[in-house]
């Protein structure tokens, strides 16, 4: 019996290390068996101090807003173009908020959305359904993450669990702080009073300003992925057990250079990148597919740019295990984009111009 428990966890042992030495797969942009030019369309909706728009349910489009107006989020039509309601209210109240963001779940067909607050670390599950149903008498239900996770880098795991990455795991080699990627976070787990807390001194690095990942999962295919938002690449991961299966790279290899600054008073050395670099930055998920997008920005050092943003955006679509299937190359730069429930359209939120809004358009696939 001995014996067996032995072999047992050696094969455990063995397959764990394996598992954190998967070579990356690196694929080329002549990889892809299919490449599509696409132009876009303007949609007249144009919210003033707007940060991003999202459409939900095929007919609501939900429109980020810096909050000047009293309210982080307002909610259109998007046939008629009429505005139906303001929500997240700004303030300091038990149904207000001090910062929010939305943040799709990444099924096409959903009915859930997200708003996040860096500032305290939580989220806030919303079904459209109920917010439509009870408007302001909706009542917001604050989540507070643990200080060792940031949002938005998680998914949810199950009715009772999120997944989140640890902000001290490190996507370089070098800056390694030794700690599992995942941690689950249980709602109602954690107090508001020590939501930010971590014991930040057990480790060598600050790297929450590089790791942050888009984070989604299928229970069906037994699948996570983790798409990178720094770099061109991604991992995926058995759902089940947090094993990691397959890690690509490219399709322009992204040479990130990061950089250690020095450690402020009780703080750990801040990494950072030397540059921009847009890598993967959303993504929306069918049963059969997933759809990435990739800013395409790439530099090193500092640089003076334009007004007038000149680089374009592609999205790719691959299989639920990395094949690649399609290529989607856009006339200009986005940075957030949602899709239809038949598959027909890109909804995406366009930066033209660095000193203006940004623009709401679509894209026929």
Not at 155 to 172: G, M, P
Not at 191 to 199: A, E, R, V
Request: aromatic content about 16%; charged content about 25%.
């Amino acid at each position: 019996m001995r014996r067996i428990l032995y072999f047992l966890l050696l094969v455990f042992l063995v397959s764990c290390k394996n598992s954190e030495n998967i070579e990356l797969s690196y694929f080329e942009l002549e990889d892809f068996p299919r490449t599509k030019y696409c132009t876009s369309k303007s949609i007249s909706i144009q919210v003033a101090n707007s940060l991003s728009y999202h459409v939900l349910h095929d007919s609501l489009v939900l429109v980020t807003t810096r909050g000047n107006g009293g309210y982080f989020v307002e909610m259109y039509n998007l046939n008629s173009k009429q505005k139906i309601m303001d929500f997240a209210q700004k303030g300091l109240n038990a149904n207000q908020f001090s910062h929010a963001r939305v943040v799709l779940d990444e099924t096409n067909v959903s009915s859930i959305f997200y708003l996040y607050n860096v500032i305290t670390n939580s989220i806030v599950e919303i079904n459209i359904d109920s917010l439509l149903k009870y408007e302001d008498s909706y009542s917001f239900k604050k989540i507070y993450f643990s200080g060792y996770t940031n949002v938005p880098s998680f998914c949810k795991y199950d009715e009772t669990r999120y997944l989140a990455q640890n902000k001290y795991y490190s996507i370089v080699k070098d800056l390694d702080n030794d700690v599992d990627r995942f941690l689950f976070v249980k709602k109602n787990e954690f107090d508001i009073t020590n939501s930010t807390y971590s014991k930040s001194w057990e480790y060598k690095y600050y790297l929450s300003n590089i790791n942050k990942v888009i984070m989604f999962s299928d229970s069906t295919k037994n699948r996570l992925w983790c798409v990178l938002d720094g770099e061109d690449r991604f991992d995926i991961y058995k759902r089940d057990d947090l094993s990691l299966l397959k890690s690509y790279s490219g399709p322009y290899h992204y040479d990130v250079e990061y950089v250690v600054g020095e450690a402020g008073r009780g703080s750990l050395p801040l990494v950072v990148r030397n540059g921009v670099y847009s890598g993967y930055s959303a993504a929306v998920t069918t049963d059969s597919c997933v759809y990435l997008l990739l800013g395409n920005q790439n530099y090193k050092g500092k640089r003076e740019l334009p007004d007038r943003v000149l680089d374009k955006s592609e999205i790719y679509k691959l299989s639920w295990e990395g094949e690649l299937l399609c290529r989607y190359i856009l006339d200009s730069y986005v940075y957030a984009f949602s899709m239809d429930s038949e598959g027909k359209y890109f909804y995406c939120t366009v930066k033209e111009n660095r000193q203006l809004d940004p623009k709401f358009v679509y894209y026929e696939l």
